[in-house]
């Protein structure tokens, strides 16, 4: 089993530019995550999905949208790309079968806005 | 909105010494989680913890939960250099809404010199 694996590892974009990035796990879980990793900041959730074909925002979700189209994938799409948006961005899933289930993170994609 | 407040935010010690982090919130959690992150890659969970006042221990790591079930400590006796990495705590809270989301702390970065 690969896990959760993220697309892409690395990528720079300029300012207005939008991308991207895909989730993908292989463990059949419900509940799917996107997170941001920003220094001395842990993780903060930007939206999460509890099964395919639903989406709810996080803690920072704006100038993000996301969308889960078949549940082994969650994508996180940026419309207009600005530096704030400089990070780094882990996707994680869970069964989803209580509360306290473990995440499953990916490798996370580190993201520069120029 | 529940806050985490994870100390130190660096420790830097020398291998065979000992070493405590904390993870303090005003909120009640039901259930806390411990995750260790190597640079570049994603977060690994260590342990979780759910009743107030449990104690678990993980070969040279000892985890607690706080009676009252907001604070946690991660104990790590004779430190090794394997043991670098960025330790991060997450609360999570059971509950048909919940959805497993997590509330995590800053992290605490820790270098241990051979």
């Known amino acids: 089993n690969a896990g959760v694996t993220q697309t892409p590892k690395f990528r720079v974009l300029k300012t207005g530019q939008s991308m991207t990035l895909l989730c993908a796990q292989d463990?059949?879980?419900?509940?799917m995550y996107w997170y941001r990793q920003d220094p001395g900041m842990g993780l903060r959730l930007i939206h999460y999905?509890?099964?395919?074909?639903?989406?709810a925002k996080g803690e920072v979700p704006d100038g993000y949208n996301v969308s889960r189209l078949k549940k082994q994938n969650f994508l996180l799409g940026l419309e207009s790309a600005a530096p704030s948006q400089t990070s780094v961005y882990f996707c994680?899933?869970?069964?989803?079968?209580?509360?306290?289930?473990?995440?499953?993170f990916g490798p996370g994609t580190r993201l520069t806005v120029l | 909105t529940q806050l985490l407040e994870q100390s130190p935010q660096f420790l830097s010690i020398q291998e065979g010494e000992n070493l405590t982090v904390y993870c303090n919130s005003s909120?009640?959690?039901?259930?806390l989680q411990w995750y260790r992150q190597e640079p570049g890659e994603g977060p690994v969970l260590l342990v979780t913890?759910?009743?107030?006042?449990e104690v678990k221990k993980l070969k040279r790591l000892t985890f607690q939960f706080g009676d009252a079930r907001k604070d946690s400590s991660l104990h790590i006796t004779a430190a090794q250099p394997g043991d670098t990495g960025l330790y991060l705590c997450?609360?999570?809270?059971?509950?048909?809404?919940?959805?497993?989301?997590?509330?995590f702390g800053q992290g605490t970065i820790l270098t241990v010199h051979p």
């Open positions: 999905s509890v099964g395919e074909g639903t989406t």
């Open positions: 913890v759910v009743t107030g006042g």
């Open positions: 909120s009640v959690f039901s259930s």
């Open positions: 463990m059949n879980h419900e509940y």
């Open positions: 997450a609360g999570a809270n059971a509950g048909g809404t919940s959805y497993g989301k997590l509330t």
């Open positions: 994680a899933s869970s069964p989803g079968t209580s509360g306290i289930d473990e995440q499953f």
